[in-house]
């Protein structure tokens, strides 16, 4: 399957800053895009999507970019909080007759006070 | 958003022994479940794809007679890992996504944390 045998990057910044997480994915099939936060020991929590007709989006204090050319996701946190610390997954939904949701490597961030 | 219950949460079993794992979606309904396996600091990996009614379609690399898959309503998948030994120690989640609902979010159980003893 996907991801195995891979360990997490780490993005270590300070409280404030503004912190961008990078994806790529790798299947031209996929449609749509989810950003997942997950904390020790939970399952994986909705940030953003964003569908492949988009090539931004944005929420609360998060955006997403979306570069199809070169397959090339990122997030990006503004004015990054002690809590934001978790580890970050990209989900692309790949669409080939029927629906699957396949996790990137991650990306584990920490947020110093 | 809408919830999804996975149990148990933690569970030791002998080696040997089979383990089933629930997964229910507890304010909607869902035809398709989906099950993932996640070992420390690594990624989560699709073993499955639970589809209401029908046999699951199991990713490349993922024994289907080991992992069994159950999708008998449109609110419950279960896992059950069969003589379970050390190596299938790992954290198993679930998620789903609403019927009818393409292109929209997955929501994910807590996880449920298998040790083999």
């Known amino acids: 399957g996907e991801n195995v045998g891979l360990h997490l990057p780490t993005l270590s910044v300070q409280e404030g800053d503004n912190s961008i997480i990078n994806c790529a994915y790798s299947n031209s099939a996929s449609d749509y895009f989810i950003w997942y936060k997950q904390e020790s020991g939970k399952g994986p929590q909705f940030i953003i999507d964003i569908r492949s007709n988009m090539d931004k989006r944005q929420g609360q204090r998060v955006t997403v970019l979306l570069n199809k050319t070169v397959k090339h996701l990122s997030l990006q946190i503004a004015a990054t909080q002690p809590g934001d610390s978790a580890v970050y997954f990209c989900a692309e939904n790949i669409n080939t007759g029927f629906q699957k949701l396949v996790f990137g490597t991650g990306t584990r961030l920490l947020v110093s006070p | 958003g809408a919830v999804v219950s996975q149990h148990p949460s933690r569970v030791i079993c002998k080696s040997g022994t089979s383990v089933k794992i629930e997964c229910r979606s507890l304010d909607f309904q869902a035809t398709t479940m989906f099950w993932y396996r996640q070992f420390p600091k690594q990624s989560l990996m699709l073993m499955a794809t639970?589809?209401?009614?029908?046999?699951?379609?199991?990713e490349q690399g993922v024994e289907k007679d080991k992992f069994l898959i159950n999708h008998a309503s449109l609110t419950l998948s279960t896992l059950t890992v069969t003589s379970a030994h050390p190596e299938d120690s790992s954290f198993y989640i679930c998620s789903a996504r609403q019927n009818g609902q393409l292109n929209t979010e997955a929501f994910f159980g807590q996880g449920t944390r298998l040790t083999v003893v």
């Open positions: 639970s589809n209401e009614g029908s046999k699951a379609t199991y």
